[in-house]
């Protein structure tokens, strides 16, 4: 069963504008995404970046962007040596390559519609490091787009199976265990424990690659600096080098006609002391803390969320290669070089039966839709009753377990308000059956009565407030059906109204389906 908690996060993750920031997790799969290609010899191959960034809709999406950077970072290099620009150049990739600490910070800049006409800008930042072979921590630093992003800081020590998360805007901490924390291994399709992920350093070596003309001494930030410079196919890379230590100090890679339009790693270290309490996993003192060992998941679900990250990240990259259109089967990936055939059934089969039959389902998201209901794939399943409960993949790259009853409802064709309320109405729904089976049939008489176990109060209320109005008054009406009543034709929730749109209404029922209700006269008899 999910806590009040999980199901407040996910009420509160439905966003009412389209262009929004998808999560961190979607550009990490990406680059173990593409990193399996590259290691692989797929056929997925550079030729294909270029289309990707011109695709019209998918391309004003964070989704599309994430993934393009990534396509960027670990594909559109060749596989061939440095070019011998200057001994310092050599030596300081040298010393990349053989680095066992590092630090650096990430900056990505593109550009969003902010209205018709003007266009805002975002700056994501982050900063990284770790210390091999099993310390990380990684601070994402304050930044808006379209809503401000406060600081959150994640300490994870792999050898311990720990995970510490800081938000000292809010001054709260959460201590996570990681013994149940899976990664896929893109050669095999193996199930393994996550580990330390040193893929930025492979990308800054990837970055390195190609031929590059030495600049000359530059000042960056008050210290003389050698830079090098690569153009190719509309893409301006620069590195640069301090002379006295042959370190690099800061990457930069343009795209004047593209979008995103700047990717920065700047505050290079390499190989420098990183003081152990940088990766302490004490909270600061006076921070309330939380402690977390599996957030209510079994194991086998935990699994599960492991194998339908791996298949998301690459269903997305089929559908920037195929107008955005998601694979009808799993088997389209492998026509289209993006996973071996092994490898897929190795990760579509059950954590418990590894040469299985598969137990996961594609669905065709629309990705113009609101990424954090857009259903990508889902745990399959055969008869659903109230309490059955899948794990499901988003387009947003994060994943949940809801009720199966939720999951029919939103997987129908809605228009996207639409479907943000049939969601919330069906989890509401859902809350009420529960609620009867423990009250000898009946429903609340209000919805507060729903608080405690499943429901707080505050859950409440964001599930009745509008999309995007989460401190709003309620835009969602519930009425108790009779006990008598037909299930099929009782209204237990609608869509509040002052005049009747012209779209319609959306009704939740009391055997649980949704429907756009668009005669008023048919309404009100239907709610007598």
Sequence with gaps: ???????????????????????????????????????????????NVGKIIMKSKIAKLAVAAVIFIAVMFLINYPDTSIDGASTAFAAAIDRIIHARTFSCTTILEMTYPDSEIIEGKYLFKQQLMFKEPDLERVVTLPSKWPKENIEEITITDYSNRQELIIRSAEKTATLRDMNFSYSIDAKTGELKLTELDTSIRDQLIEMSL?????????????????????????????????????????????????????????????????????????????????IID??????????????????????????????????????????????????????????????????????????????????????????SSIDDQVVVGFLDGHSELIPVKVLEQI??????????????????????????????????????????GEFSEDTIKLLQAAPGQPDGPAAIQYIPPRADTDTSTAVVFFEIYDEWPDDGIIACFADGHCEVVTDQNHFEELIK
Aim: charged share 25%.
């Design 411 to 452: 997987l129908k064709p809605w228009p996207d308000y639409k479907k943000k309320l049939v969601f919330k109405m069906s989890y509401l729904h859902w809350g009420c059956v529960h609620f009867s089976k423990e009250h000898d049939g009946e429903y609340p008489m209000e919805l507060a009565d729903l608080a405690g």
């Design 210 to 290: 190609g031929i590059f003309d030495d600049m000359g001494h530059v000042e960056l930030d008050g210290q003389s600096v050698l830079m090098f410079q690569s153009e190719k196919n509309g893409r301006i890379t620069t590195v640069w080098i301090d002379p006295a230590t042959n370190l690099p100090v800061q990457f930069e890679q343009k795209w004047p006609d593209n979008n995103p339009s700047l990717i920065l790693y700047t505050s290079i270290q390499i190989d420098t002391e990183l003081d152990d309490e940088l990766f302490s996993l004490e909270p600061p003192e006076g921070y309330d803390l939380k």
């Design 294 to 383: 599996a957030d209510g998941w079994t194991d086998y679900r935990k699994k599960l969320v492991a194998k339908i990250k791996h298949l998301g990240v690459r269903c997305l990259l089929y559908a920037h290669e195929n107008n955005n259109q998601f694979p009808s089967k799993f088997e389209d990936l492998v026509t289209s070089g993006i996973i071996a055939g092994d490898v897929l059934n190795k990760v579509l089969a059950s954590p418990d039966e590894p040469n299985g039959p598969p137990i996961f389902q594609c669905q065709q998201a629309d990705i113009s839709g609101d990424p954090s209901i857009e259903v990508m794939l889902n745990e399959v399943y055969e008869e």
């Design 1 to 47: 069963m999910k806590s009040s908690k999980d199901i407040e996060r996910l009420a509160k993750n439905i966003r009412i504008k389209k262009n929004t920031v998808s999560k961190d997790s979607i550009l990490a799969g990406a680059q173990a995404a593409l990193k399996e290609l590259k290691e692989t010899g797929s056929t997925y191959s550079k030729q």
